[in-house]
């Protein structure tokens, strides 16, 4: 069994940045690929990046393309979310999975483990 925590949401302004953080535990982390979805009120869960079990190749939705970057540390059991120049439609809540597979993936009926999600704001 594998438990995802994330961290780091918050209120932030338009044009603001926030690092989100999901740390894995059970498991073996590297083996997996790796993402973040994210659901706004009213909305469907939606795709935002991912990352494959080493992090050498990742992917993003086209609406956060050049601001968000997804990156890995598998020696921390830790993958993040870096999120930059951040619109008041990038507000969510944004959960972090677990692939059963090792490399990226933007469908989520490759991910088998969720996190509960972390709240993220943005102020216009």
């Known amino acids: 069994q594998v438990h995802l925590v994330e961290s780091g949401g918050g209120l932030v302004q338009a044009g603001g940045s926030l690092r989100l953080s999901c740390v894995a535990s059970g498991g073996v982390f590297g083996n997996y690929g790796m993402a973040w979805f994210c659901q706004a009120p009213g909305r469907e869960r939606e795709f935002v990046g991912s990352?494959?079990?080493?992090?050498?190749?990742?992917s993003y939705n086209d609406p956060v393309k050049g601001r968000f970057t997804v990156s890995r540390d598998n020696a921390k059991n830790t993958v993040y979310l870096q999120m930059d120049s951040l619109k008041p439609e990038d507000t969510a809540i944004y959960y972090c999975a677990q692939s059963r597979l090792f490399h990226s993936s933007y469908n989520q009926n490759d991910y088998v483990y969720w996190g509960q999600g972390t709240q993220v704001t943005v102020s216009s």
């Open positions: 990352t494959s079990g080493g992090g050498g190749y990742t």
